[in-house]
């Protein structure tokens, strides 16, 4: 297996961006180093800019740097004083690999945007910092042959599918037990790269049979 040098996503991060708050890679330089079918996509890093200020994205990249393989955000970090993996998000997105039997450190995942805030409303020129951000997301999908982007939400969603061109619905699944009736979609580009837009952890339990997206992710990834 050709190894990737995963420094080389890390500077195609715009040098710009380097003094704003947020945070860039989700797992390790391990993670981003090797082929792999499938990437994952959040929207932006959450919490708030001004609670610490030295959480810049460039004192960030430095930081990953230094991670050892295994490391993951959504399994290895402590959010808001709760034990690693345990808070939020972090365990719907642990629920979901461990029934897709992958081992959730070993995926490459990152957020379309990298700048943090409150929440996407918070989020100041977002469709700027989109274009901004999307070179690192192309080269990664581009360099370790990504054929699955797994998105958190409509935003991210939308947005890798527009860049990605990824406009023919392929296969979807719709919640069967809230009124709101939150649907996940898988669509293809022409090239073939999958699209799925999972309905957000935060508003769908994933942990949950009845909202549980793991037979889609599994049919898009055996496609």
Same mark, same amino acid.
């Given at each position: 297996m050709t190894l990737i040098d995963p420094n080389s996503f890390?500077?195609?991060?715009?040098?710009? $961006?380097?003094?704003? *708050? +947020? %945070?860039?890679?989700?797992?390790?330089?391990? &993670?981003f180093s090797g082929p792999?079918?499938?990437?994952? $996509?959040?929207?932006? *890093? +959450? %919490?708030?800019?001004?609670?610490?200020?030295? &959480?810049?994205?460039?004192?960030?990249?430095?930081a990953?740097?230094?991670r050892e393989p295994g490391w993951c955000e959504y399994s290895?970090?402590?959010?808001?004083?709760?034990?690693?993996?345990?808070?939020?998000i972090?365990?719907?997105?642990?629920a979901l690999f461990n029934r897709l039997g992958l081992n959730l450190a070993d995926v490459p995942a990152s957020n379309v945007v990298f700048v943090r805030s409150n929440n996407e409303d918070k989020l100041d020129r977002k469709a700027e910092l989109l274009e901004r951000c999307w070179p690192v997301h192309e080269g990664v999908i581009r360099e370790l042959g990504?054929?699955?982007?797994l998105c958190l939400g409509?935003?991210?969603?939308?947005?890798?599918?527009?860049?990605?061109?990824?406009?023919?619905?392929?296969?979807h699944f719709e919640e069967s037990y809230d009124r709101r009736h939150y649907r996940s979609e898988a669509h293809l580009s022409s090239d073939?790269?999958?699209?799925?837009?999972?309905?957000?952890?935060?508003?769908?339990?994933?942990?949950?049979?009845r909202a549980d997206p793991s037979p889609l992710v599994l049919r898009v990834l055996a496609r």
């Open positions: 890390a500077r195609l991060v715009e040098p710009t $961006l380097h003094d704003l *708050p +947020g %945070g860039v890679f989700y797992s390790s330089p391990a &993670a792999s079918k499938l990437y994952l $996509l959040g929207l932006n *890093p +959450g %919490g708030s800019p001004g609670v610490d200020g030295e &959480a810049t994205i460039g004192k960030n990249l430095a990953w740097r230094k290895s970090e402590s959010w808001e004083g709760a034990e690693p993996g345990e808070y939020g972090q365990r719907p997105i642990r990504v054929t699955t982007v409509k935003t991210a969603g939308r947005w890798a599918r527009s860049k990605l061109g990824a406009h023919h619905l392929h296969d073939g790269i999958a699209v799925l837009t999972l309905a957000h952890p935060c508003r769908s339990d994933w942990r949950d049979e």
